[in-house]
């Protein structure tokens, strides 16, 4: 696999719908932490996901907190509009986390002030912008990051 991609409490079923077809596309694992704002159920997130959900490596958690014991000393990315790294400066290695918050309110404040070394941002060159679209940025990551391991 290429990646895992990490949605922190996502909040919006069409954007994790498109994100597991990005990761089954990608050759990537898919990892959720609770809480969703929606059911793993839910006929839009099936939608988004097109007929390829069943084909996803998905992996559920119950917390960030359980996320992050589990995963104790992978290496990990985190992205957030409030990083001070641009996302092309990552040195991306095959297997690694690539970690988002949810659409509301991105990664929780303690987590990117523990990892400030290690997290990341997607440049926004206008100032009306706050933050692009969460399927978005994954997609920017994870085809920068797939550029990266074909040099």
Same mark, same amino acid.
């Given at each position: 696999m290429? %990646?895992?991609?990490?949605?922190?409490?996502p909040e919006i079923h069409t954007n994790t719908g498109n994100i597991g077809r990005l990761s089954l596309a990608s050759?990537?694992?898919?990892? +959720?932490?609770k809480p969703f704002g929606f059911e793993l159920s *839910? #006929?839009?997130l099936k939608r988004a996901g097109l007929d390829? =959900? /069943?084909h996803i490596s998905l992996k559920t958690?119950?917390?960030? *907190?359980?996320? +992050? +014991?589990? !995963? /104790?000393? #992978? #290496?990990m990315a985190f992205f957030s509009s409030h990083? /001070?790294? *641009? !996302? =092309?400066?990552? *040195? %991306?290695?095959d297997d690694m986390f690539l970690i988002f918050g949810k659409e509301s309110a991105g990664l929780p404040t303690e987590i990117t002030e523990a990892n400030s070394n290690k997290? %990341? #941002?997607i440049p926004i060159l206008n100032e009306h912008i706050r933050s692009l679209? +969460?399927?978005?940025?994954?997609s920017i990551v994870v085809y920068e990051g797939l550029r990266n391991l074909n040099r």
């Open positions: 290429a %990646y895992n991609i990490v949605l922190v409490e050759g990537s694992n898919l990892h +959720l932490v *839910d #006929k839009r390829y =959900w /069943k958690y119950e917390s960030l *907190d359980e996320f +992050l +014991l589990i !995963h /104790k000393g #992978k #290496k990083g /001070k790294t *641009d !996302h =092309w400066s990552v *040195d %991306y290695e997290t %990341y #941002k679209n +969460l399927a978005n940025a994954v």
